[in-house]
């Protein structure tokens, strides 16, 4: 296959930004040939996105800066193909298949890179009705775009880029908003798409889910610079555990020679639960009457030192659910009590004094131009007093890593630095219950790690729940799971009893990984689970 | 990515139409409307603009929040600034013997003073504004769930606007809900840290600051998420030719019967106004009787 003209030919690229000072990439050099599958890994900021763009020709542009060195696709430099030509032989998939989509219907988007391409009609049909033949989605024709699950938005996506024929596909960090089974759909059709001869170029941090594809070739980059180039295999020896996601029995391997982490829950500990704080009674809801039920008859209850996941396909109801919580939804039927009072009695305002919900996407709540007012705006409206605003305020920054940050505004910030931003602002309002939606979205292992261990061993909440699709956070921190799928409670218990059920997990759209392998494995000896570095140390030599 | 507006097929009367035609025709009409002052000239139009409506099949369960929104600002904004001050309309208002209701001088600091009277033109007009914005709008208000979305291209396009500008407009119609679905989100985030939109009391500037939270959010995801679809279009050609729309739309008979019609009304609303003079404001003697 190597003997091929490489699809894509990078070299000695340095590229800065026009409005920064340092060169976000340097001197990269990277050859990738049709049929192969490259898995490019590294932290956020590592200079992933910018080798994109330079392929697909965003830089330069849309992104301007200074470029040294040459990047050739299929033999001809970048910068001499037309834009119609690049857009024919790059198809791009941006991170987020919400950014992604711009039409309003299904045919329509897999057609619009046609349509600008000017072809006939009949040809442009041609073409969508044989991209959804072969994605399999052809039942999505006619449907609108934004009512589509996160996991069909994805596929959508990946039929509008394949219906113009690219030869090389970049894909950016695709799985992140997918739960784990979408993830291993999207995943078998990408290895699929390179064995058809296609140039795949896959950005992933979650290399674990992404080595189940065999890729041919795998760069991991720091700072902007390859560390390394080469086989999967050399990868586990030479990346960094703590900050890239590896296979939990390599990980195990290497943290031997490290000394046991620490990690000590302040959250209550399993089998002694306190008083009740969140009590859902046959609740159901829906938004209107002419819509369909989310939550169906939905009975379960919050208590003091409950460490909860909330697990469940995309669009099983998560974000519903745990709205009721705090009343900005009231349950159609049935109620939700928060501390002993039905939802429908209170107010939001009062709720937000118990409890502390983180949402989704940090960009929908953050306002303030400093740090350091973003996060007093919660503490400000529940009227603390402002000794006790400061030293929380001085706890969430620490928590977060981000002390540095307290001057800067935060619309200025990264994706990853706004979410850890939304997180503090939350916790600097200490809630007795934390609610987080989806804390690790956007961010690196190493960050979302750490400041769950920060938020979980300090003292002072009586109960934290997260939504999550990442099986590993949850196995790792929770001490309960709940199991939700197509709006009804399908599991409610402690971590290891729910996550030992493979079928029901895999009827849940969740896939067991490799460190819930690892731990059923030794669950006899450790009587618990825990992350791979601990297992290191818990289980003996065999 | 933006949403839809609750669009669904209904098969109802207006749906068997182009919705090219629909457009030309609620345009004409417009023009058409424009030529009068007079209540009962008016009110034939307020009554064609109706029976568009009944015949949608669009039920008062599914508009009722539209169409609360559009009277509370017709009558209160429309209404009371001309009940009460008489503007907003002819000029002719001005010159017009006014027969007044009711009157009050109200003093000014230096020595002004501001005369405000309710007379039985001003109620005349307010009346005759209020039925005229309201005509217009529900002509217009119905599109949303009324037109197939996926057809806002190549219905702008197919009437010869050029791509770009018909694209615009299709991403310009899905942008109004994506704005409403944004607002909603980060009302409830504010409201999960504590913000309390009864609260809004004090000053101008104190509710300003108050809204900022709200405000500041919604228009950076505005911003954020016009660069996506950018970028988005550009990675798969857009701007690079004239396009290909798949959506297909062809006139049928009905169609040109409906185009005629409009030019028909626009036709003769012209003549009525421009050759025999008629339409111009008019107040009922009744209300001038009553006034004294």
Redesign the interface.
Known sequence: MTDTQPAISIRDLTFTYRIREEPAIHNINLELHPGELMLMVGASGSGKSTIMRAI?G?IP??YRGTMEGSINLFGKDVNEHS??EL??TVG?L?QDP????????V??EV???????????EE??QR?DETLGYLNIMKLRER???RLSGGE?QIVGVA??LA?RPRILLLDEPLASLDPASAHESLRIFRELANQGIAVLLVEHRVDDALAIDPDTVVYLENGRIVYSGSPDGLMQTADFHRVKLPASVVMQRAKAEPEPVYKPAVGQVGHLGEELVRFQNVGFRYSNDTSTILHDINFSVRQGDIIALLGPNGAGKTTLV?HV?G?LKPTSGEVRLEGVASKDS???TA??T???V?Q?P??????PSVQEELA??PT??RHDKATMEKNIRWALETIHMSEYRDSPP?ALSYGQQKRVSIA??LA?RSRILMMDEPTAGQDYWNYRSFMDGILQMPGFDAVLFITHDLDLALTYATRILLLSNGRLAADGPTADVLQDEELLRSCRVLPTSLLRLNLQHLPTTGRFMRAEQLAHAVPNP | ????WKYKFRNSFIDTFDPRARWIVSFLVLASVLNFWDFRFIIFFFALSMLQVKLTKLTWEETKRAWTFIIVLVVFIVGINAFVFGRGGPALLGDIEPHVFWERVILLPFGWSWTLNLTAEKTAFAITQIVRMLTVASLFFIIPWTMD??L?GVTFGGMGLPYRFAFAM??AF?FVPTLAR?FQ??L?????????IERLDGGVVATIRKV??L???VV??AI?AGE?????????????????????LTYQTRDYVLIAFGITLLVVSLVLNHVFGLGEFWVPQWLIDLAG
Not at chain 1, 111 to 118: I, S, V
Not at chain 1, 363 to 368: G, I, N, T, V, Y
Not at chain 2, 188 to 196: C, I, L, P, V
């Open positions: 697909n965003l542009r849309t834009m119609a857009s024919q791009t941006l919400e950014r992604q989509i711009v039409t309003s219907k045919l329509n057609a619009f890179g046609l349509e600008n391409l000017a072809l006939p009609r442009i049909l969508v609108e775009t934004f938005k509008g880029v113009m709205k705090l900005l107010t939001v305002a937000a004094k409890v502390g919900y949402f996407n960009s929908q709540m953050l306002f303030a705006y919660g409206n529940l619309l602002s939350i309002m | 990515m933006l949403v839809a979305p996926s806002y299709d991403l899905r944004d989100v980060t409830d985030a504010q409201k999960a840290r504590g913000f309390e900022a939270p405000l500041v959010p950076m995801n954020i996506d679809i950018v970028n988005a279009m550009d990675l798969r050609c857009f701007g690079l030719k004239e396009r290909t729309w798949i959506g297909k």
